[in-house]
């Protein structure tokens, strides 16, 4: 298993950018495909972003595409989600994932690992 701990979330404003974290634990970290999901307030969980385990293959939300990069690091055991361009929209808590396979990661993700959460809000 991977414990994973989001970090960087904050208050921005229409425009600005943030970059997000995801640290994992343990040594298995470069054996899994990692993502990012979103969850605004009365709406359900949406995927946003996902890599493959080498980070060769990127994947992104419609919503996102060419506003948002995830990149891995394994040396660091972490994930990052750089958001640009940020947008009212983009508001919601984003969660980090961890699968065996980004199409699991993104289409079966009830059986993702999950970390805690951490808060984006973009002001108008």
């Known amino acids: 298993q991977v414990q994973l701990v989001e970090s960087g979330g904050g208050l921005v404003q229409a425009g600005d950018s943030l970059r997000l974290s995801c640290a994992a634990s343990g040594r298995t970290f470069s054996s899994y495909a990692m993502g990012w999901f979103r969850q605004a307030p009365g709406k359900e969980r949406e995927f946003v972003a996902g890599l493959s385990r080498s980070g060769g293959n990127t994947y992104y939300a419609d919503s996102v595409k060419g506003r948002f990069t995830i990149s891995r690091d394994n040396a660091k055991n972490t994930v990052y989600l750089q958001m640009n361009k940020l947008k009212r929209e983009d508001t919601a808590v984003y969660y980090c994932?961890?699968?065996?396979?980004?199409?699991?990661?993104?289409?079966?993700?009830?059986?993702?690992?999950w970390g805690q959460g951490t808060q984006v809000t973009v002001s108008s």
């Open positions: 994932a961890a699968a065996g396979t980004s199409y699991s990661m993104r289409y079966q993700s009830n059986d993702n690992y």
